[in-house]
Structure formats: structure tokens, C-alpha cells
């Protein structure tokens, strides 16, 4: 198992500061899954990972950088446009400003309302078209487009990778002192990812109305790690038991940091460096997980705990104590209704734009909080009754 080590450890020493082609980096990932676990260390160097490393039913893996700051993975900027006037339903030609990255055969997120959401019965956010042709002031369909299309409205890659996906049955997959980094510039507008373009998407199969259909990753790690520039989240765990996220710096994502999401559990977020990001820490769904020594620099929403599918059981017994916020733009820390029996305690709350801690949900434990200088007010109790001694 420790040839794939030794192999980038001789390219590294032929090749310093040299990237490795992305085929290159996943045929070693692949040989050390096919043998049943090994550790990969990527030479120094930014290498561009354009398609995603896909991490598939692994045991025992680890990933690591040989060192942290300059070992950098690195996506390529995004394919995006922005539509230039409305286009009615029908029309073949989009037309657009902005326009970067698209060929012909890709897939087009548009972020408009679709078709209805069987589980939400509301239009989805978004419809899907496929280039044709493409020049700096439109774009070419292969069919009529199903819904229009409104003015300013942001058309992007349906297709867009996350930079690390692990899937599977996979387990004590270790992932340590690398750069991350999303491949967001100066300039970009908002996009937010959600599911795509991450720096590392972990997921087990699921459905919103029957939980978990098959087991769920387990046992991942990432530690020591630069996470950066993220159109997408930083971290985003789904149906994952047993994560730790430990002494990483994740900066500049436009949506969450870390993201415990649907049916994740017992999962730690410890002593992390979380700047500039839309959200530091969301839990949506997930129960018995730990947020604890995190610090959290002016991002817009310091922690956010939520509810989305109606499986009883989700979004409880999460402990949020001892993380420091300053200068979040929004609330330091949000509790949602449909949440029950959290501990928010021992945390240090500064300059918070809105309040410091808002609560819905039943049951709550709330004590031993340090809350200074708010936007609005330290604690704002929305519902429910809760244990709270401030």
C-alpha cells in the first residue's frame, strides 16, 4: 500500500513545485481503493482538477499534501453567464453578457423557475437547457426552452464538479494539509453552489422522505486544510456518520463553510478557522454533532441549524459551545423551527450586524454566553420554550 506514497514522492523529488495531470492524481487515488487503502501524497504545485477527484467505496485512504500552503488543487474559473434582456419560453437563442467558459454539448443551469418540486409543490428554482453554439452575446440552444428565461438572470454550468466527491461505501477516507482551492476570482458574481463546486462533497444515498437508503460514509476526516475561493461550500457532508473537520482555515466561500446536511451525524467541527464566508457552520437535518472551538470571522451568519425534511428524530442533540464570533453581518447563531433539545453554550459573541442568538424550535439549552455590542439584541426568543440561563 505505500507504493502510491513513494511513486508522488519520487515525481515530487524529479519535479518539485510541478503539477500533476488531474488523470494522474486519480489513477493513483483508484490503484490505492483497488488495494484496499494507502495513502496518496500529492507533490507541491497547483494542480488543476477541471473534471473532480472521485473518491468511490475507499477504505483506510488518506490524501495529503506535502505541504499544506503550496500543495494546491485548484478548480478551473466557472462557466457562468448572465441573461441580457427576458426570453419567453420557446426561443432557441438566449442572449447574455458576462458570458465565460461554455462550449457546445454542456448543460445549462438556469436559475429560474421550472418545472413543480414533487416534494416541495412549488416550481423548482431552476431549468436546464444544452448548448449548441456560443459567442460573447448569446447562446445557442439545441431545443426550445421549456420556461423563460428572466432578465439578469444567472445561467451556469449544470454540470460543474466539486474538487473532491467522495460516494460510496467509504470509510476512514483522511484528508490533510492541502490548499483547496474553489477557482472563484476577483470579479465573479454571486454564485452559490450548493452541491457543486465544492472543496469536498461527501454523500450517501438518500431520499428527503425515507432518510438514508444505503450506508452512509463514514469516518471521514479533514484536518489541517486551506479551503478557499469556494462558489460552493467549503465542506458539505450528506448522509455521513463520524466526521471530524478539525484545524482547517476555510475562506471566501459564497455559501457554507461546513455543512452538515441531510441524515449526518455524530459529526465534529473543532477548533477551525472560518472567515468571509456566506455561512460558518449549517446543520440541516443533522443530529448529535459537535461545533465546539470554532472562530468565525465576519461571515454573514455565524452557525444556522435548520429544518428541511419531516423525519422525526433530525435536527437534535447538537452541542454549538465555546466558538468565538466576530463581526458576523447577520445573526451570530440561528435556531429554526422544527428543532428540538440543542445546547448553545459557553460561546463568545461580538458586533453581531443582527443578534446574537435567535431561537425557535422546543427545548433548547442555552447558558454561560458571552454576548457584547449586537446590531439588534443579545437573545431573541421567536417560539417555544427553552432552558436558558444567560
Not at 53 to 61: F, G, I, P, Q, S
Not at 288 to 304: P, S, Y
Request: aromatic share 6%.
Amino acid at each position: 500500500m505505500k507504493s502510491f506514497a513513494l511513486l508522488l514522492l519520487f515525481f515530487a523529488a524529479l519535479h518539485p513545485a510541478q503539477a500533476l495531470p488531474e488523470a494522474e492524481l486519480q489513477r493513483f487515488i483508484d490503484e490505492a481503493i483497488k488495494a484496499g487503502g494507502g495513502e496518496v501524497v500529492i507533490p507541491p504545485g497547483v494542480h488543476l482538477i477541471e473534471h473532480g477527484l472521485t473518491v468511490k467505496d475507499a477504505k483506510k485512504l488518506r490524501i495529503i499534501g506535502l505541504d499544506a500552503e503550496d500543495t494546491v488543487l485548484k478548480l478551473p474559473p466557472v462557466a457562468y453567464a448572465l441573461a441580457a434582456g427576458a426570453t419567453p419560453a420557446g426561443a432557441t437563442t438566449i442572449p447574455v453578457q458576462s458570458q465565460r467558459g461554455f462550449k457546445p454539448g454542456m448543460r445549462l443551469k438556469i436559475e429560474a423557475d421550472g418545472e413543480l418540486d414533487s416534494f416541495t409543490k412549488k416550481p423548482k428554482p431552476y431549468h436546464l437547457a444544452i448548448v449548441k453554439t456560443v459567442d460573447h452575446e448569446a447562446i445557442q440552444l439545441e431545443s426550445p426552452l421549456k420556461f423563460p428565461v428572466p432578465d439578469r438572470t444567472m445561467i451556469r454550468h449544470e454540470d460543474a464538479p466539486n474538487l473532491i466527491e467522495i460516494r460510496g461505501t467509504s470509510e476512514e477516507v483522511l484528508i490533510e494539509k492541502l490548499t483547496l482551492d474553489g477557482g472563484r476570482v476577483t470579479g465573479d458574481p454571486p454564485i452559490r453552489g450548493h452541491a457543486q463546486l465544492c472543496a469536498v462533497f461527501a454523500s450517501g444515498p438518500y431520499s428527503y422522505e425515507k432518510g438514508p437508503t444505503g450506508p452512509k460514509v463514514k469516518k471521514l476526516s479533514i484536518s489541517r486544510c486551506f479551503i478557499q475561493n469556494c462558489h460552493g461550500r467549503g465542506i458539505a457532508l450528506y448522509s455521513v456518520e463520524g466526521a471530524e473537520i478539525d484545524d482547517c482555515t476555510i475562506r471566501d466561500t459564497s455559501d457554507e463553510a461546513i455543512d452538515f446536511d441531510h441524515f449526518t451525524v455524530k459529526s465534529f467541527a473543532t477548533h477551525n478557522h472560518i472567515a468571509r464566508c456566506h455561512i460558518g457552520v449549517e446543520l440541516n437535518d443533522a443530529s448529535e454533532c459537535l461545533v465546539a472551538g470554532n472562530e468565525f470571522l465576519h461571515c454573514g451568519t455565524g452557525i444556522n441549524l435548520w429544518r428541511w425534511c419531516k423525519l422525526p428524530g433530525l435536527n437534535e442533540g447538537n452541542l454549538i459551545v465555546q466558538n468565538v464570533f466576530e463581526g458576523t453581518l447577520g445573526n451570530a447563531v440561528q435556531i429554526a423551527t422544527g428543532t428540538k433539545g440543542n445546547t448553545v453554550a459557553q460561546n463568545e459573541i461580538h458586533h453581531s450586524g443582527k443578534n446574537g442568538i435567535i431561537l425557535s424550535g422546543e427545548s433548547q439549552i442555552v447558558k454561560a454566553n458571552k454576548i457584547t455590542d449586537s446590531g439588534m439584541k443579545p437573545l431573541v426568543i421567536q417560539e417555544g420554550k427553552h432552558d436558558i440561563s444567560e
